[in-house]
């Protein structure tokens, strides 16, 4: 075992030696919420261990963390379905028939209460994803935000349509209304954060909900169902667990799903959207793969380079669809690049979740150290080198992030998305050569461009907005603001997931309509004024 090895082997602690305030009770999940019942559940379960192991006299140990409910039939998913198609009852349910206001009163207390849950579910972001502490806490904190932007979002969207329009002798008022039920399915590298970024706007609009957890990142949730079931009417958010090759084909096949929204693979999308029989009434909001490339051109400040690459690449493990996967150098600055960055590489410290400065943490999926392993062997025999020293060592969940180069066509890395702490890096000569590669890329997310000369960064904005959805000059990949639009082209995503934009996603624009005569005036007059109606309304939201 290398030096370096020993050391990463020691970084995990002995049951004694994790600090007070981070030791986990293991969470034995014994109920789900439907149809607003939090219910028993005393059927088969899933064990949930943790990417952290454990000292013990017989070696190395995964922690487990705890356990939830596993059903192996559809039954329980297909209850789940039929009280979210309950609750929408066609439109006219107590959740999309109710006020704009109303429905803001409700997620307005269901985050009051989400805040009560704050140390738990941080904690158990660290335990079961091995996320570091200050990305735990910086994660729950964006969540909150991001629902109190969507709700004043939809304050906006509602005063708009707060307002008859009048064209060509037509007395029209047009305002936005859900789509039905819709199943969201989060992942696991921001199982709070990007799925409450399509649950919480997928509530608001008057939607109801299935909602299933990912794999690595379940038990987090479990704090937050009784905010759920206390804050909105039964049957507005309904919990399903299981195999999600088991149970998501049985809801999907009903006809009953209205929207799929999903971040995760497009293989995954591709197959679940060919098997709801009615397919044009399906709507899709998906945040699929990417394999976001930086360019660095001659004239790139290489010290602003390196360290926005540095974010972009191992930023929680490099475990982020925004992170860049590949970077594509030019080779006349490409040795001074990989020596700058093969040292701030080698400057990361590994470390448990909640370790001080931790930068390097345990991996959550138990495959991925061997997947990465596979892809550097690959990239070793097809001519790369790991460029920093002690780069892809691997101590159970542990990788050691790795700089390999120089990677071509036919390597693993050159096109399957990592996603963990390997940093790929492409030498070229012709400016051609990475234009070239992302247009023939299957994922179209970002891109980030590093220079100074302004006519070449010009040069490559142009045809890069028409193959990508956001281009980043000299700074990383990112999802953020969350104001800004969020989506991708090709395999990447459909539909756009920013504040307004998620919104509107999930609700369609419905119009009221009527001739311009005295009579009509005066029905639309008297509903409006007595408030007969809650679609049809000029009371504004402040």
Known sequence: MTNLAQQLEMLFPAEDQVPDEFRIEELHQREYLVDGEIRPWDGPTQEVVSPVFIQTPNGLVRKVIGSYPLPMDDNEALDALDAAVRAFDNGRGEWPTLSVTDRIHCMERFVGKMMEQKKDVVNLLMWEI????????????????????????????????????????????????????????????????ET?????????????????????????HYPLLEAFRTSFPKGVVNTVY?????????????G???????????????????????????????????????????????????????LGTMSFNGQRCTALKILWVHRSVADAFLQRFGEEL???KPGMPWGKGAQVTPLPEP?????????????????????????????????????????????????????GPVVPVVPFDDIEEPIDYIINSDHGQQVSIFGSETGQIAHLIDPLVNQVSRVNIN?????????????????????????????????????????????NKSILNDIVEQHKSEFLSTKFIF
């Open 130 to 193: 091995g996320k570091t502490l200050a990305d735990s806490i910086k994660e729950f904190d964006r969540t909150v935000q991001y629902i109190y932007d969507t709700i004043d979002a939809f304050k906006d969207i509602d005063r708009a349509g707060s307002r008859f329009r009048i064209e060509e002798g037509i007395i029209g008022q047009i305002r936005r209304s859900p789509l039905g039920v819709v199943l969201c399915m989060g992942p696991f590298n921001y199982p709070l954060n």
């Open 196 to 220: 409450y970024t399509t649950l919480i706007p997928a509530i608001l609009m008057g939607n109801t909900v299935l909602f299933k957890p990912p794999k690595h990142g379940t038990l987090l």
């Open 242 to 254: 299981g195999r999600g090759a088991t149970v998501v084909p049985t809801l999907m096949k009903s």
């Open 256 to 310: 009953k799903i209205n929207v799929l929204a999903l971040i995760g693979s497009s293989r995954v999308a591709d197959s679940l959207k060919k098997m709801h029989p009615k397919s044009n009434r399906l709507r899709a909001i998906l945040s699929l793969d990417a394999k976001n490339a930086a360019i660095i051109l001659p004239d790139a400040d290489i010290e602003l380079t390196v360290k926005e690459c540095m």
């Open 346 to 348: 080698n400057k990361l």
């Open 367 to 419: 495959g991925k150290p061997a997947y990465l392993d596979e892809c550097l062997r690959d990239a070793e025999a097809q001519g790369a080198r790991i460029m920093n020293e002690g780069g892809g060592t691997t101590v159970e969940s542990f990788v050691f992030p790795a700089l390999v180069y120089p990677v071509k066509e036919g390597m693993k890395l050159y096109r399957e998305e990592q996603f």
């Open 475 to 519: 700074a990383q990949c990112q999802r953020g603001p969350d104001t800004f639009p969020f989506t991708g082209r090709k395999d990447s995503a459909e539909g756009t997931l920013s504040v307004e934009d998620a919104l509107r996603s999930f609700s369609i624009r419905t119009v009221v309509a009527t001739k311009d005569t005295e009579q």
